[in-house]
DNA sequence: CATTAATTTCAAAAATCCTTGAAAGTACAC
DNA sequence: GTGTACTTTCAAGGATTTTTGAAATTAATG
């Protein structure tokens, strides 16, 4: 069902994703199996996937589990068939939250516990304040970039796609509303949280 | 000038940074350099961090030259002391800003042109034809985001905080347009790009 | 221009991360 | 329950990345 081997096309493909996996915290192997199964036209199983790529079963075996750790696959089984086939979410916006919501929950929620953890210690000297300030700089900053993709996050690929058009042309938008405010004499901190 | 050993807290806060930068492509040393540099009340120069950290000076020289290629650190030199001074930018935006424009520039934009070289390849079979437009599909959403971080960028930090706050409320915005023009019997189409 | 102070380079050592084959585990079919 | 087809685990070996100290380089000073 699936071809013997790869074009050279789909192998360059392969390759840099591999390698930009290599950067991001999951290895090569992991990489090259994701961007396969992305492209791949049918679902593939285990010795599908170590035959094309050339890796050992084993490593494909850990490489699968890897990416279902991340929720990044779908698999099915067919009638007469023991094993199991691999495929990717068919939408690359699904693919994208999943993967940018699984790096938050790992990366992002961690750094917000441990950063809430040192502002509550107590500061003793001059250099503590500024230590303090730095850091309740960056939680915030944090934070709130947390929550805006939480919020962001709900929206179809669909209003995603208006949003990211709409762009920087936002600020228009957002210019109007503050001189419209201070036309009115109204003071920022008046508005409720979720108008300002 | 420099404290002479870093507290429990800094610490904590250094070496979480540490475990970060490790799943984000620079090592564990240039991670606690920088949270270093980040924390730290005066600039500091090299000594002082290698004597800090437990570094290695030579480990230390390679990890803020790094640093300087990816534009995160400021320097000086004092009169009558041949030492470099290193720091972080004061503004937390501005690091983030300047780390995330690095990465599109080290990451995003090779992926384009790879996709781009991979989408110009003629295709032979049924396969090739699935895979071109997969391959075109995740084009187009890099290449958005792409776009849309660059528009972005632009803003200052207190129109961010409030694009941010906006959220997904914007959607709404969107909405009311949306029905408006359909309302007014027009087809999004026939809008000048930046106004879809 | 020689001396000193600081920085950088680089090849080797150390640490870490990845890959593998062999063995153990699982689950289905008869 | 036994055999079969597949999957997973894991310790050892391999590969890659980090870290280091020694040597080379650069730059300032008298």
Same mark, same amino acid.
């Given at each position: ?45 285990? &010795? ?25 696959? $779908?698999?099915?089984? $067919?009638?007469? *068939? $023991? $094993? ?43 250099? &503590? ?29 669909? *209003? ?33 949280? &979720?108008?300002?």
């Amino acid at each position: 069902m699936e071809p013997e081997h790869l074009s050279e096309t789909a192998w360059r493909f392969i390759h840099h994703f591999g390698e930009m996996g290599s950067r991001w915290g999951i290895s090569r192997t992991v990489g090259q199996i994701y961007a396969l199964l992305y492209i791949a036209h049918v679902p593939l199983n285990a &010795d599908d996937i170590a035959h094309l790529l050339s890796f050992s079963r084993s490593n494909v075996s850990m490489g699968l589990k890897e990416l279902q750790g991340w929720r990044l696959l $779908r698999s099915e089984y $067919r009638p007469g *068939d $023991r $094993r199991e086939y691999f495929r990717t979410p068919e939408d690359v916006w699904e693919i994208f939250r999943t993967l940018a919501d699984e790096r938050r929950r790992r990366e992002v929620e961690p750094t917000l516990s441990v950063l809430r953890e040192c502002l509550l210690d107590p500061m003793h000297t001059r250099e &503590d304040e500024h230590f303090h300030k730095r850091m309740q700089a960056m939680y915030d900053l944090i934070s709130m970039s947390n929550e805006w993709f939480i919020d962001i996050q709900k929206l179809s690929a669909e *209003d995603l796609t208006s949003l990211m058009h709409l762009g920087a042309h936002a600020q228009k938008l957002l210019h109007a509303k503050n001189r419209l405010l201070s036309f009115a004499g109204i003071n920022k901190e008046e508005l409720p949280e &979720d108008m300002r």
